[in-house]
């Protein structure tokens, strides 16, 4: 039985602090302060944590200049990272999405980036890296690693989010362009997918399609917009989360190369204007969720709890929700979800990324074009 949390997140004080205001929640395995690290950020899309205690933030809507660098203090640099592309593409979703170092960036200093690239007539998600330069004001050294085979006009469901496993391997999800959804289900091309890849942007000799029947980049197919991607500490399962449409936002796990997730042949939800996109909720060959959500909660950004400020909560799985306006908690035994709790209802702000802190914390992103990046910690 799923066990539905009744502890609901309860706002009990709020005062100024030296980070702005720190409000107090008590939930059911956990209570935390909730403290604001950043702000006047646009759109903040992906954060990530270099080891000499920067933070990394892309703003969606930021193009070229989209590439911020929040320092060591918490002081949000001025100026943009220069050296980025002049080729991203900001409309609507499109824009710049995830910047993650490499697992060696202590020596290596390079950052992976993924964005929307070409023009508004014909655009594609794509991932290139570049060495980040001591001072943390240039990005050198930029190389293409890859970038979708399909050119769409249409302003969304570009995926974009990149994960390191424990393996070293490079994985970029894909999304479904909003206008070529039976192209998901065509593993030729790379709409509808996820990829994987070698940090250099090679394609594994084991991926399912390197002797052909699809693009050899390609792990797994029938997406529809996977926003949320990580690796389960325990089980080492890659698990990714997609939008659905009308309802039928769903997790996924990755048991096995090559397989089909169904869309737009299964699915759970239904057209905006409530017309209907298949009768058919399975069918042989395709994969079913671990998990869906009936209406939507318009899932983001992704991350298993690993740190050691809230030992209740290790191994959960973390997921930010847009429509829905909170954080959700999901409780898993191994690739199973057991239990599952709503988080932070009380800021009535989308809530666009989720990672783990070095220092222990869980760190979020709001989305809005004045976006914050907020951190939990620990009220004792």
Not at 207 to 221: I, K, L, R, T
């Amino acid at each position: 039985m799923i066990r539905i949390s009744l502890a609901a997140s309860l706002l009990v004080t709020a005062s100024a602090g030296a980070l702005a205001a720190q409000d107090v929640y008590e939930t059911e395995q956990a209570t935390f302060r909730v403290e604001t690290v950043a702000e006047g950020l646009n759109f903040p899309w992906s954060l990530g944590f270099l080891p000499t205690g920067e933070m990394v933030v892309t703003e969606r809507d930021g193009g070229s200049d989209g590439l911020r660098i929040i320092d060591a203090d918490g002081n949000l640099r001025d100026e943009p990272v220069a050296g980025m592309p002049d080729d991203v593409v900001v409309n609507r979703q499109g824009g710049l999405f995830d910047a993650i170092p490499h697992p060696d960036f202590a020596n290596n200093r390079l950052l992976y980036i993924s964005y929307a690239q070409g023009t508004r007539q014909a655009h594609r998600t794509a991932m290139i890296r570049g060495r980040l330069s001591e001072d943390l004001s240039r990005l050198e050294d930029v190389e293409e690693l890859f970038a979708v085979n399909f050119d769409i006009a249409t302003n969304r469901h570009h995926g974009g989010k990149i994960l390191f496993d424990s393996n070293g391997f490079l994985w970029l999800s894909l999304g479904d362009g909003g206008s070529h959804e039976p192209e998901s289900q065509n593993p030729e091309n790379h709409i509808g997918t996820l990829i994987r890849l070698n940090d250099d942007g090679s394609v594994p000799a084991d991926n399912p399609f390197v002797n052909g029947g699809g693009a050899p980049e390609v792990w797994s197919y029938g997406h529809r917009n996977i926003q949320g991607l990580d690796q389960h500490p325990v089980t080492g399962t890659i698990w990714s989360h997609e939008h659905g449409p009308r309802g039928g936002d769903e997790i996924n796990i990755h048991l096995r190369p090559g397989l089909n997730y169904g869309w737009p042949e299964i699915t759970y939800g239904i057209e905006y204007d409530g017309s209907i996109i298949t009768e058919d909720r399975e069918r042989e060959g395709m994969e079913q969720p671990i998990w869906y959500w009936t209406p939507s909660i318009a899932n983001s950004g992704m991350a298993f709890y690993t740190g050691d400020a809230f030992p209740h909560w290790q191994n959960d799985v973390f997921i930010g929700a847009l429509a829905g306006m909170h954080l959700k908690r999901m409780e898993t035994d191994g690739d199973r979800v057991i239990g599952r709790e709503r988080l932070l209802e009380d800021l009535e702000e989308r809530i666009r990324d989720v990672r783990n802190g070095p220092d222990g914390f869980l760190y979020i992103t709001t989305d809005s074009d004045e976006g914050r990046v907020l951190r939990l910690v620990p009220a004792e």
